[in-house]
Structure formats: structure tokens, C-alpha cells
């Protein structure tokens, strides 16, 4: 996974190991989050870009199967980054953009939070202050090479698709995959519902 021929522009990133994403998830203590900065009313996100209420795409699995692969088990997020290859001396490290998030105005202290929470399991987790056009500007130019950062839309399921998780529309704030591109491509010009599903 990382490989330069690939195509992946940062490689080397920390985030390009699936068991040190599945630990960040981990860490994460979602229904303290909710109710300490969201008042109780935050919906968990199972599966971004797919909810319930969407039907097209949803997968009831899902819900039965979050709890043990990304629900919050910080024990299960260290033993992640451990068969990783990362421990209190080789921690690994990755840098939270500090930016306002747009419709939440509690954004800034959730990614605190996020912050407290990863470096309870081992991460080094570093603070960066940006204003959002700063931020824009480093993910088109693709700058950003080992960052993380707290996003929202207000866009349909497929408009968020296409812009977090395909290359076709704004570039640099995600992975970009080919065979996520060839499948939108494909999604959008159909019009058999047994495709879309």
C-alpha cells in the first residue's frame, strides 16, 4: 500500500495503513462527544456519504458490525497500532488542521477533543491553526501530506461521494482511487436503480 508506482503522492504517511485508521476510530468516544459539545443531537455516521434515511447504497450490516471494527475501544486502538508497527517510542504522527467547520460551531472543540483522545492511545497528534482558505488552498495544490481535518457538507449523498471520495471534482482533501472514479462515472449515467443500489 505504500507504493510510489501506485500513483500516492505521500506515501509515507501514517494514514496509508488501514489498522492506524481503524485505530483513530477507535480512540474516538463519540457518545461523549455528543453530548458534552452537541447537546445529544449528533447522528452517529456509520458509513460516510450513506445514511439510513438515503436507502440507495445502505448496507444494514453496517450498524451490527460498527461497534466491533470502529466503535470506541481505546485497549482495541492500541493493539491496532501495535500490530502496526507503532509504540510509546515510535508513535505514530499526523497533524489536525485547527479550522472553523462550517454549520458547526462547536467544531474546533470537537477536533480538541479528537486530538485528547488520539494521544491517549499512542498517537502524536499536532495542532495546526488555519483559516478555511488556507485550508482550501493547500488541498488543491496538494499540500498537505500527512493531515487530518474535520469536514462537512451540505450537499446530496452523490454530491458528497463524488467531492470526499473521488478524484473528479475538488482535489487534495481525501485519497483519490480510480476504481471509486470508474464506478461514480458509472453511477451517474445509469438510470437502472438495481446499478445504483
Do not use: C
Amino acid at each position: 500500500i505504500k507504493d510510489p508506482s501506485k500513483g500516492y503522492k505521500f506515501p509515507d504517511s501514517p494514514m496509508m495503513d488501514l489498522k492506524v485508521r481503524r485505530a483513530l476510530n477507535k480512540a474516538i468516544n463519540r457518545d461523549e462527544i455528543n453530548k458534552t459539545l452537541l447537546e445529544g443531537k449528533g447522528d452517529l455516521l456509520i458509513n460516510n456519504h450513506f445514511h439510513p434515511l438515503y436507502r440507495k447504497g445502505w448496507n444494514p450490516d453496517w450498524e451490527r458490525r460498527f461497534p466491533k471494527e470502529l466503535g470506541y475501544d481505546p485497549e482495541g486502538a492500541k493493539a491496532l497500532l501495535a500490530e502496526a508497527g507503532y509504540g510509546p517510542n515510535n508513535p505514530p504522527t499526523t497533524t489536525l488542521i485547527s479550522a472553523p467547520v462550517a454549520g458547526v460551531p462547536s467544531g474546533q472543540d470537537i477536533g480538541e477533543s479528537l486530538a485528547k483522545y488520539w494521544r491517549a492511545v499512542g498517537f502524536n497528534i499536532q495542532l495546526a491553526p488555519m483559516d478555511p482558505g488556507q485550508v482550501s488552498q493547500a488541498t488543491r495544490q496538494l499540500q498537505l501530506k500527512n493531515h487530518l481535518d474535520i469536514l462537512t457538507t451540505g450537499t446530496t449523498q452523490w454530491g458528497s461521494a463524488y467531492a470526499y471520495i473521488g478524484g473528479i471534482t475538488s482535489r487534495g482533501s481525501k485519497v483519490e482511487l480510480g476504481d471509486v472514479d470508474d464506478a461514480l462515472n458509472e453511477l451517474q449515467v445509469t438510470g437502472d436503480e438495481k446499478k445504483q443500489e
